[in-house]
């Protein structure tokens, strides 16, 4: 048997960049600069002209971004303390523990049936007054209906922000990006997302300058400048060195995605076989395909083939989060959708580095399950 196709291939993903990300950490070691200063403010610029935001502010990971967003609005007076905030319950739970360590209260909203994202139509159900904020996740690289949801926003003047995680690049129709959609949106620079630091790493995007200013300063020990400290602030700084490697990595990024669009749209036409549900696909660039999220009704048997036939596979996620023991004053709430997905979908390997051959076994081997 020829051998395995992991799911991921970390090693495999960064090694064309190696030469490049070796001299940044020496420029990095004679530079001094090992917090903030100039690697940081760059990615910082380059991140926002990528995503066509006014203001990025680095920060230390996804999750934190997501944090500072709503610490941010709670700081200008936008956010309260026990508002509601309709978040996906589809979705991983770093979304969720943003909105549960705000001490702001999630109101889970199931996806639309054959899709992922929030469907707006149980968002339009769940609205009350004390909606303050609508959370939408483009998951799996998938953008959500970017004008359905800025309408709705709109309508119930409630802020749209972005958990744009798995979302790099992601674009509509009409040219907006994942960054620029929302009026605050957090992303994730996890190894393994489409673009990967070398460590942890996050950034939120926004066109407010006076919420980008408040997070700047909360995720600096609320201080605007040294020695002043204004709000009680956190650290959840981006990693000076990160910044470099982000730099690198967004400067290659167009050829990265293009590749793994290459790939799912191979998996797409090629991919044949009744048991298995693809995504959609739309070809506007809409999608960038973080994960090739499949589904099928009997996943163990499913996921025993792909391993018994050297094809990795992995899961997106196996528990839904208000099924979580973390979240237990809702694990006895109903979300039926949510659960079936939880037990139905398998993301199999896409990722730049895939050769064509490992692709096309893949595709052989998903046609061949029976
Ligand atoms: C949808 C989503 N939101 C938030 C996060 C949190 O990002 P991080 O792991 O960088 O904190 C992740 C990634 O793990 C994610 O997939």
Do not use: W
């Amino acid at each position: 048997m020829p051998t395995k196709i992991p799911f991921f291939n970390i090693i495999a993903e960064n090694k064309p960049y190696a030469e490049k990300l070796a001299n940044e950490l020496e420029l990095f070691m004679e530079s001094g600069q090992f917090i903030l200063g100039d690697a940081v403010t760059n990615f910082e610029r380059q991140f926002a002209s990528f995503c066509g935001s006014d203001f990025c502010v680095g920060t230390s990971n996804g999750l934190d971004a997501l944090r500072l967003i709503f610490e941010g609005y709670k700081s200008l007076g936008l956010l309260t303390e026990g508002d509601e905030v309709l978040v996906p319950a589809h979705t991983y739970i770093a979304t969720i523990l943003a909105v549960i360590q705000s001490n702001l209260k999630p109101v889970f909203v199931e996806p639309k049936e054959g899709s992922f994202g929030m469907d707006i139509d149980k968002a339009k159900r769940l609205i009350s007054n004390k909606t303050k904020a609508c959370l939408v996740v483009h998951l799996y690289g998938e953008l959500i209906d970017t004008e359905a949801f800025q309408s709705f926003a709109k309508e119930h003047n409630v802020l749209l922000i972005e958990d744009a995680a798995q979302a790099h690049g992601a674009v509509t129709a009409s040219g907006l990006k994942a960054g620029a959609i929302g009026d605050a949106a957090a992303f994730s620079f996890y190894p393994t997302k489409n673009i990967g630091a070398l460590g942890d790493a996050g950034a939120v995007t926004t066109n407010s300058e006076s919420l980008a200013n408040k997070i700047r300063i909360l995720q600096n020990y609320g201080s605007p400048k040294k020695d002043m400290n204004q709000v009680l602030g956190f650290n959840m700084r981006l990693d000076a060195l990160q910044a470099r490697f982000l730099s690198v990595k967004l400067e290659d990024y167009p050829n990265a995605l293009n590749r793994r669009l290459a790939i799912a749209l191979r998996y797409v036409n090629e991919i044949k076989n009744p048991k298995i549900k693809l995504p959609v696909h739309p070809q506007d660039g809409s999608h960038v395909f973080h994960l090739f999220v499949v589904r099928v009704a009997d996943r163990k048997d499913f996921m025993d083939f792909l391993d018994a036939n050297g094809v990795g596979s992995l899961i997106h996620y196996p528990i839904p989060p208000h099924r979580q023991e973390a979240l237990e004053s809702y694990n006895n709430l109903n979300l039926p959708i949510t659960e079936r997905y939880h037990d139905e979908v398998v993301s199999i390997p896409l990722y730049a580095s895939l050769t064509d051959s490992q692709v096309q076994r893949t595709i052989e081997v998903l046609n061949a399950y029976e």
